[in-house]
């Protein structure tokens, strides 16, 4: 029996589909496995004030630094409050975003550097890590149009947040940093082609989990 929970990231561009396919996993799994969903930048109290200041379109003179350190900020929030103790209570952790993204945005989309942007997560995180990365893999200019759409059906105002108004180079450099990601750590990461209907892309996801919750000595109960 597993004696540690396990750590599942879900990441990708903007508009790639990670809080839908999220949301249905956890709906696929919380009947079966002891699994909490959550999301960064977020999570916790502290963090959902960081992650209104981050997406807020009225900050656009924003830092890149100061980016950076606040998604690392709201992260170990995270990680303190949320992950190591669900990991602890041997349950099963879903988060949309996590390291990867400030790698892919902050290091890659910024410039400002993996490396930095690395040592500064490992302060942040305690080293906690995912046990499995989902990358939902989709072009950038399909993903921002998927994106902006969803913004009109919800009503927010505007073209969307702070990030969902980068230029499509932004997102081109990002969606880069994600590929670099999963070429250096294919263990980790699964790249999974978001671009498909919701239901193929859930079942693909699944399958990948269930594989790893499998090999990792977890059986499925009825009555979690």
């Given at each position: 029996?597993?004696?540690?929970?396990?750590?599942?990231?879900?990441?990708?561009?903007?508009?790639?589909?990670?809080?839908?396919?999220?949301h249905l996993l956890h709906e696929?799994?919380?009947?079966?496995?002891?699994?909490?969903?959550?999301?960064?930048?977020?999570?916790?109290?502290?963090?959902?004030?960081?992650?209104?200041?981050?997406?807020?379109?009225?900050?656009?003179?924003?830092?890149?630094?100061?980016?950076?350190?606040?998604?690392?900020a709201s992260r170990a929030q995270?990680?303190?409050?949320?992950?190591?103790?669900?990991?602890?209570?041997?349950?099963?952790?879903?988060?949309?975003?996590?390291?990867?993204?400030?790698?892919?945005?902050?290091?890659?989309?910024?410039?400002?550097?993996?490396?930095?942007?690395?040592?500064?997560?490992?302060?942040?995180?305690?080293?906690?890590?995912?046990?499995?990365?989902?990358?939902?893999?989709?072009?950038?200019?399909?993903?921002?149009?998927?994106?902006?759409?969803?913004?009109?059906?919800?009503?927010?105002?505007?073209?969307?947040?702070?990030?969902?108004?980068?230029?499509?180079?932004?997102?081109?450099?990002?969606?880069?940093?994600?590929?670099?990601i999963a070429h250096e750590e294919?263990?980790?990461?699964?790249?999974?082609?978001?671009?498909?209907?919701?239901?193929?892309?859930?079942?693909?996801?699944?399958?990948?989990?269930?594989?790893?919750?499998?090999?990792?000595?977890?059986?499925?109960?009825?009555?979690?």
């Amino acid at each position: 029996m597993p004696t540690r929970g396990v750590f599942i990231t879900l990441e990708g561009p903007e508009g790639a589909g990670k809080t839908t396919q999220a949301h249905l996993l956890h709906e696929a799994l919380r009947g079966r496995y002891p699994v909490l969903h959550s999301r960064e930048p977020g999570g916790t109290a502290i963090g959902e004030r960081i992650r209104a200041l981050l997406l807020d379109d009225a900050h656009a003179e924003m830092d890149p630094r100061t980016e950076m350190l606040l998604f690392a900020a709201s992260r170990a929030q995270f990680v303190a409050e949320v992950v190591e103790p669900a990991l602890r209570g041997e349950q099963i952790v879903l988060s949309e975003r996590y390291v990867d993204t400030s790698i892919a945005y902050q290091g890659v989309g910024r410039g400002l550097g993996v490396e930095l942007v690395r040592r500064v997560n490992e302060v942040a995180t305690h080293g906690v890590t995912p046990d499995l990365t989902i990358l939902l893999d989709i072009e950038p200019a399909a993903g921002l149009q998927r994106a902006r759409a969803a913004v009109g059906k919800e009503g927010r105002r505007g073209r969307g947040d702070r990030f969902e108004q980068e230029a499509l180079a932004f997102h081109a450099r990002a969606r880069a940093g994600f590929l670099a990601i999963a070429h250096e750590e294919p263990d980790r990461v699964r790249i999974v082609d978001g671009s498909r209907a919701q239901r193929v892309v859930h079942d693909e996801i699944l399958r990948v989990v269930e594989g790893l919750l499998s090999a990792r000595g977890w059986r499925a109960s009825s009555s979690s």
